[in-house]
């Protein structure tokens, strides 16, 4: 039976977040962002092993101290999330068959359920696919001036969010053959002229970029802790 691999690109600057601590050491109700992303898929039966993929400059990972017999830690990070997750394909000793998650360091607010959801819906699809949320609001189309120059329909249009899963070989041909850095793997595939399945995500699973997005995944995991997680 195919397994489950989970890849974490942990290679970038978080420049967005202009902190001093690389943005995935950040604390987050008393424990580093990456240990939270890490527990959901360590702690998943489902889930054989867990790459986390660091830069070869990284110089903070050792003090997290943290270990899990799944728990595999590859510093070959590259100059684009694309290149990070390539360079750890490109070292993996899996079956093309089995599945490979990619997940965002920065998103911790992956629910052990959305987490099980994404598996059984994608785990017999021929292609692969990915968590994204449905536009909510109306979406606006900026000139140069930051004025409005029009209204743009939002019908059909999703969010990607994180994970993104696919079959080791088909992932590692896509970005083996994406020329330019595509923003997440959904990318590369349907550039190989394929249609990854779009699997509802949450709000919840929102990705640390600005400093206020610390502030709401604060709040979530807060209201978690409290015991009304569903
Ligand atoms: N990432 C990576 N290698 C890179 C760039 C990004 O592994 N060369 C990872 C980040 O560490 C993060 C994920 O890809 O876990 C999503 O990227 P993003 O949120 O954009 O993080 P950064 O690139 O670090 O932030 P920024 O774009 O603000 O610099
Ligand atoms: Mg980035």
Same mark, same amino acid.
């Given at each position: 039976?195919?397994?489950?691999?989970?890849?974490?690109?942990?290679?970038?600057?978080?420049?967005?977040?202009?902190?001093?601590?690389?943005?995935?050491?950040?604390?987050?109700?008393?424990?580093?962002?990456?240990?939270?992303?890490?527990?959901?898929?360590?702690?998943?039966?489902?889930?054989?092993?867990?790459?986390?993929?660091?830069?070869?400059?990284?110089?903070? +990972? !050792? %003090? /997290?101290?943290? @270990?899990?017999?799944?728990?595999? *830690? &590859?510093?070959?990070?590259?100059?684009?999330?694309?290149?990070?997750?390539?360079?750890?394909?490109?070292?993996?000793?899996?079956?093309?068959?089995?599945?490979?998650?990619?997940?965002?360091?920065?998103?911790?607010?992956?629910?052990?359920?959305?987490?099980?959801?994404?598996?059984?819906?994608?785990?017999?699809?021929?292609?692969?696919?990915?968590?994204?949320?449905?536009?909510?609001?109306?979406?606006?189309?900026?000139?140069?001036?930051?004025?409005?120059?029009?209204?743009?329909?939002?019908?059909?249009? +999703? !969010? %990607? /969010?994180?994970? @993104?899963?696919?079959?080791?070989? *088909? &992932?590692?041909?896509?970005?083996?053959?994406?020329?330019?850095?595509?923003?997440?793997?959904?990318?590369?595939?349907?550039?190989?002229?394929?249609?990854?399945?779009?699997?509802?995500?949450?709000?919840?699973?929102?990705?640390?970029?600005?400093?206020?997005?610390?502030?709401?995944?604060?709040?979530?995991?807060?209201?978690?802790?409290?015991?009304?997680?569903?």
């Amino acid at each position: 039976m195919a397994k489950f691999h989970v890849i974490i690109p942990a290679a970038g600057s978080g420049s967005r977040m202009a902190s001093v601590l690389p943005k995935q050491y950040l604390p987050l109700l008393g424990r580093p962002i990456i240990s939270w992303t890490l527990d959901t898929f360590l702690l998943c039966e489902r889930i054989a092993k867990v790459h986390l993929v660091l830069s070869a400059e990284d110089a903070d +990972w !050792q %003090a /997290q101290n943290i @270990q899990h017999p799944k728990l595999s *830690i &590859l510093n070959c990070g590259g100059e684009t999330r694309a290149a990070t997750v390539l360079n750890a394909l490109n070292i993996l000793n899996v079956d093309v068959e089995d599945w490979v998650l990619v997940h965002d360091a920065a998103r911790p607010g992956l629910t052990h359920a959305l987490l099980d959801f994404l598996l059984d819906e994608i785990q017999d699809d021929q292609v692969g696919g990915l968590l994204a949320i449905p536009v909510a609001d109306t979406l606006k189309r900026a000139n140069n001036e930051q004025r409005v120059a029009c209204t743009e329909p939002r019908e059909g249009l +999703w !969010q %990607a /969010q994180t994970p @993104q899963m696919f079959r080791y070989g *088909i &992932l590692k041909e896509a970005l083996t053959k994406s020329g330019g850095a595509p923003t997440d793997e959904a990318q590369a595939i349907e550039a190989l002229g394929l249609r990854p399945k779009l699997v509802t995500g949450q709000l919840r699973n929102l990705k640390i970029t600005f400093p206020q997005d610390l502030a709401l995944a604060e709040a979530i995991l807060a209201v978690d802790q409290q015991g009304v997680r569903k």
